[in-house]
């Protein structure tokens, strides 16, 4: 899958990052044992795309930087079915923070929903140029032996990526 704005060689095409074992970011071991995931079929980095009651899912929270929101994006895109682009936000306190959208009028229609929040571009500052579909097992509760395995594997990695 060819990603727009890349810059960089190393990042996967698939999951758009460079390292196969920073999600989940948040409760990590939590996340992947109870959380179903999408699993790249490139790089194995595993993405928390589970959905609760009321249909949100973590990629359609809004991200502190661009580069985090990068991490969610595929998970967002497998969960919407469609190619989605990266939006930088500013309250009306001038607070900056980052939502995946899977268009301009999706964007849009957040904003008129959210008067205090506005997106200067009017456009993504990340956006893939189309949607691939997955496999039915990339998208799953992985199991406990998988769970611990890429835990360990997290662990090993994780000096590379602590600073972002």
Excluded at 3 to 29: A, G, H
Excluded at 88 to 101: H, L, M, Q, W
Excluded at 126 to 144: G, H, P, V
């Amino acid at each position: 899958m060819k990603v727009k704005n890349s810059d960089d060689n190393n990042i996967c095409q698939e999951c758009y990052s460079k390292y196969k074992r920073i999600t989940p970011l948040i409760n990590p071991e939590s996340c992947l044992r109870n959380h179903r995931q999408y699993i790249c079929s490139t790089c194995g980095r595993h993405i928390c795309a589970d959905i609760d009651g009321n249909g949100r899912f973590r990629a359609l929270f809004p991200f502190k930087t661009l580069e985090i929101a990068k991490l969610y994006l595929r998970s967002a895109e497998v969960i919407l079915e469609k190619a989605c682009g990266i939006y930088e936000i500013e309250n009306d306190k001038g607070r900056k923070f980052f939502k995946i959208f899977s268009s301009d009028e999706d964007m849009n229609a957040y904003l008129s929903k959210n008067r205090g929040k506005k997106c200067k571009t009017q456009k993504p500052l990340f956006k893939t140029e189309y949607y691939k579909n997955y496999e039915d097992n990339q998208l799953r509760k992985i199991s406990a032996k998988e769970t611990d395995i890429y835990m360990e594997e997290k662990t090993r990695e994780s000096p590379e990526w602590s600073k972002i």
